[in-house]
């Protein structure tokens, strides 16, 4: 069983779209998190929800906007997609909001914006 | 602002050495931190954390320093294998601060058979 899941894997879109990737914890942690990668290998946090609610939100531009339906799924949903977005996104989850919890990644999803 | 840095060149070592991988931070006062493990195409594994009470901390070949006054964790993997062949990210951290983690940019370790 996979714990943590991302879909889709990979992502070519053109400038301007608009795109979502899911990501899915069947680990029945409360937190969940958005990471970008880009090119350069840094991992940066965007988002963290812990159990529905907002807790960190990084300067992300409002482009970019996550929704948590429950505490098991959050979604990243990306308007008027740029150049600059490609990147691998992670999605990760963690038994609390804790910093000295351990966090789960998934596979990742690779967005390569035209 | 803080700034993280790992060993930005790849380490190549010859199997059955140590392998010693460093994480230095600046304008930042962590309380912990953590070690991952990422290998290529996949999402980074845990491997070990170390709070800034505790100057060093084992996991079977693994240890990590923290030492607070240098401003520095080591990472280190006693008998490397070819196995061990990955980028090691560390990733300090503060209390009340949501769980965010501040990620280095990696060390890519090769170990030669």
């Known amino acids: 069983d996979t714990a943590v899941s991302q879909t889709p894997k990979y992502l070519v879109t053109q400038m301007g779209n608009d795109k979502s990737i899911k990501c899915e914890q069947n680990?029945?942690?409360?937190?969940m998190y958005w990471y970008k990668q880009d090119s350069k290998k840094f991992l940066k946090i965007m988002f963290s929800?812990?159990?529905?609610?907002?807790?960190i939100n990084e300067t992300v531009p409002n482009r970019f906007s996550p929704k948590s339906p429950d505490k098991a799924h959050l979604n990243l949903h990306i308007n008027s997609l740029e150049l600059g977005d490609s990147a691998v996104y992670f999605c990760?989850?963690?038994?609390?909001?804790?910093?000295?919890?351990?966090?789960?990644f998934g596979p990742g999803t690779r967005l390569t914006v035209l | 602002s803080q700034k993280i840095e790992q060993n930005s060149e790849a380490l190549n070592i010859q199997e059955g050495k140590t392998a010693t991988l460093t994480c230095n931070y600046t304008?930042?006062?962590?309380?912990?931190l953590q070690w991952y493990r990422q290998d290529p195409g996949r999402g980074p594994v845990f491997l070990l954390l170390?709070?800034?009470?505790?100057k060093e901390k084992r996991k079977e070949r693994l240890k990590v320093t923290f030492d607070t006054t240098l401003k520095q964790s080591l990472f280190h993997i006693t008998a490397s294998q070819p196995a061990d062949s990955a980028t090691y990210l560390c990733?300090?951290?503060?209390?009340?601060?949501?769980?965010?983690?501040?990620f280095g940019q990696g060390t890519e370790l090769s170990v030669k058979p």
């Open positions: 990760a989850s963690s038994y609390g909001g804790a910093g000295t919890d351990t966090q789960y």
């Open positions: 680990l029945g942690h409360d937190t």
């Open positions: 929800y812990n159990n529905k609610e907002l807790i």
């Open positions: 304008n930042y006062s962590p309380a912990y």
């Open positions: 170390i709070r800034e009470n505790e």
């Open positions: 990733a300090p951290g503060r209390y009340n601060q949501g769980g965010k983690l501040i």
